[in-house]
């Protein structure tokens, strides 16, 4: 007999389930930032490659949108890794909207 502590395999397989609907919508925008945050560092390095003769306020605002490109997937990957891993199954936690 299992101990009042232990849940019984119905109650693992809901909470799993709601696991994975919390964060599967997470890990799949962060797959997605990641990949468009390497289209855009190729078309970076080829924009300065071929147009070394542009501005230089052109090249720093392209240099700009690298840099907020790459705070960006940098905060999710921050978000993804606090949600799955420092508080996974907390789904009080996922219930909270963070600013």
Not at 63 to 88: K, R
């Given at each position: 007999?299992?101990?009042?502590?232990?849940?019984?395999?119905?109650?693992?397989?809901?909470?799993?389930?709601?696991v994975k609907l919390v964060y599967?919508?997470?890990?799949?925008?962060?797959?997605?930032?990641?990949?468009?945050y390497g289209i855009g560092l190729?078309?970076?390095?080829?924009?300065?490659?071929?147009?070394?003769?542009?501005?230089?306020?052109?090249?720093?605002?392209?240099?700009?949108?690298?840099?907020?490109?790459?705070?960006?997937?940098?905060?999710?990957?921050?978000t993804v890794y606090d949600n799955?891993?420092?508080?996974?199954?907390?789904?009080?936690?996922?219930?909270?909207?963070?600013?």
């Amino acid at each position: 007999m299992a101990s009042p502590a232990t849940p019984d395999a119905q109650t693992l397989a809901s909470a799993l389930a709601q696991v994975k609907l919390v964060y599967s919508p997470t890990f799949i925008g962060f797959v997605m930032a990641t990949a468009t945050y390497g289209i855009g560092l190729l078309q970076c390095y080829l924009y300065f490659k071929n147009y070394p003769k542009d501005t230089i306020a052109l090249k720093i605002t392209v240099l700009a949108m690298l840099m907020v490109d790459t705070a960006a997937t940098a905060l999710m990957a921050f978000t993804v890794y606090d949600n799955a891993i420092t508080h996974f199954g907390d789904l009080a936690y996922a219930a909270i909207i963070n600013p």
